[in-house]
């Protein structure tokens, strides 16, 4: 039987979890322990395999101190997560995508302790030419 695929919301769901979770430094363990759960569901959850029932999402919203709509920024939209295929704006999900990585949560964390608002311009500037920005 062939595995069916994560819906697309709960992968969106998952992926804030994970970069929520990872801005508090907290393990996977640790949030599973607070939930009484293993680590492995917590991996799944944040995969989007297994989706998060509202009144588990409410207790991780709870332990992650956020409220649950922070879970939902960006989300995809449409029957079943997807997009109605009708011309629309490009999706800020990209960004909340690139966050939710260890790579991007490390980024940010380390440009923002930069103090000098000159520096972090030149390396945006930098990284934009690196890039073929215009």
Avoid: C, W
């Amino acid at each position: 039987m062939a595995k069916k695929a994560p819906n697309p919301i709960d992968k969106h769901v998952g992926s804030r979890v994970r970069m929520r979770r990872m801005m508090l430094s907290m393990s996977q363990e640790k949030l599973g322990d607070a939930l009484g759960l293993t680590f492995q569901q917590v991996q799944k959850y944040e995969k989007g395999t297994n989706r998060i029932g509202a009144s588990r999402l409410q207790a991780i919203a709870n332990i992650l101190q956020v409220p649950v709509s922070f879970f939902f920024e960006g989300a995809p939209h449409g029957p079943g997560g997807y997009t109605s295929g009708m011309s629309e704006a490009p999706s800020p999900a990209y960004v909340s995508d690139f966050l939710a990585t260890s790579d991007g949560l490390s980024l940010t964390k380390s440009f923002m302790r930069i103090k000098s608002s000159k520096l972090r311009r030149r390396i945006v500037d930098l990284v934009e030419q690196i890039a073929g920005e215009e």
